[in-house]
């Protein structure tokens, strides 16, 4: 009779190096195989792992969306907060927001690392903002503690502090106060900073690059710090533009600008408005941190639309760049970088439908979970 040989059996780093490797949603019901992988899936060295390979590959192209049916003017009680996949422009998750009254106040300030922070800006009738830090992957949030009884209206921002390995919000009340507030996940605890000198009002910051939150202020780009809790105004644009719709983006990891411009052609025959879309990419992140340092932009493209509008939303994916933009209608359009190519994009069912979209940011699928994190539906 032949020996009996043993189930063949996997190292505890092989399985980990493995598991890495899986989508959180099956992250979450692996927990459930046995006593030892909920133990590992739920250790802090695995969720570092899972995060610094999600970082690596970036494989999942995914934008969260705050959207409301109805126009802006006219915006429904009917918001929604959903995942858009970019590669392949569809709807590929509804969330569903661990507090909401329903109604149209609630604006996405930010992600990080698989966290949300998004903001109820408007608590009739005591005027209160409720703010919120949320993994919607794992379905776990908190609500951050207030830190003042002032109205916080203005500017908002959110990011991942890589030095200190923190999730902060940077909050900018509103005229008379002027004052800038900055929260701390690690510490759980509100700080108050020396009053900004150049806010562009109501303006959230756009983008967080290397640390560094990035927005535009009344005389050029501010930056803010979120390690070193400083904010950095005046930096100098590769335009100078009024009225006119921009974006602060992220392309190879360093700082992008996207300003619409309607310019008029005297050459044509009924003297209309040409609009065209400008895209800069910054030289050097040295200027991000103040110190004295100019800030110098390399022209990337240009793009010639045929109606006037303004840009709502872009986002780099590698080399191309999505474009939402506001007309008569809204329009998604992709941009390479490379053949300055410009095409309309294929809308699924679900974009197709008309929708106002107030936020969007970039997304990324985390195990993150922080201290004061609760269980959702």
């Not at 250790?43 to 995060?51: E, I, R, T, Y």
């Not at 300055?340 to 679900?350: G, Q, T």
Request: hydrophobic content about 40%.
């Amino acid at each position: 009779m032949a020996a009996i040989r043993p189930n063949p059996t996997l190292s505890e780093d092989l399985i980990s190096e493995i598991l890495v490797r899986v989508p959180v949603k099956s992250l979450i019901c692996f927990q459930s195989v046995c006593k030892a992988w909920l133990s590992l899936i739920k250790h802090p060295a695995f969720v570092k792992s899972q995060l610094r390979h999600a970082i690596t590959v970036e494989t999942d192209q995914t934008l969260i969306i705050n959207r409301c049916k109805g126009v802006e003017s006219e915006c429904s009680s009917e918001q929604e907060i959903v995942l858009l996949d970019v590669d392949s422009r569809e709807i590929v998750a509804d969330l569903r927001l661990p507090y909401s009254r329903g109604e149209c106040n609630i604006r996405i300030v930010g992600s990080a690392n698989g966290i949300v922070c998004f903001v109820d800006a408007v608590d009739f009738p005591k005027h209160e903002t409720s703010i919120y830090l949320w993994n919607p992957a794992i379905r776990q949030s908190k609500l951050i503690p207030s830190y003042s009884d002032e109205r916080l209206m203005g500017t908002w921002g959110f990011g991942y502090d890589p030095i200190d390995h923190d999730f902060k919000v940077v909050s900018i009340i509103s005229p008379p106060f002027m004052s800038a507030h900055v929260y701390s996940a690690n510490k759980n605890v509100w700080q108050k900073l020396s009053d900004p000198v150049d806010v562009r009002w109501n303006r959230d910051f756009d983008v967080c690059v290397k640390g560094f939150m990035c927005g535009f202020g009344t005389y050029g780009m501010m930056t803010f710090d979120l390690n070193k809790e400083t904010l950095n105004s005046g930096i100098k644009l590769p335009a100078i533009f009024d009225d006119d719709e921009a974006r602060i983006t992220e392309f190879n990891n360093s700082v992008a600008v996207i300003i619409s411009r309607n310019e008029l052609d005297v050459y044509k025959t009924d003297w209309r408005l040409d609009q065209k879309i400008y895209v800069w990419m910054l030289d050097d992140d040295t200027c991000l941190s103040g110190g004295g340092v100019e800030a110098s932009w390399t022209p990337m493209f240009s793009i010639d639309l045929v109606t006037p509008s303004v840009v709502i939303l872009g986002y780099f994916n590698k080399r191309d760049l999505l474009l939402l933009i506001s007309s008569d209608d809204y329009v998604w359009i992709s941009c390479n970088s490379d053949r300055k190519e410009v095409k309309a994009v294929p809308l699924s069912v679900d974009m197709a439908s008309h929708h106002y979209t107030r936020d969007g940011y970039k997304y990324r699928e985390t195990l993150v979970s922080l201290a004061g994190f609760k269980q959702v539906n």
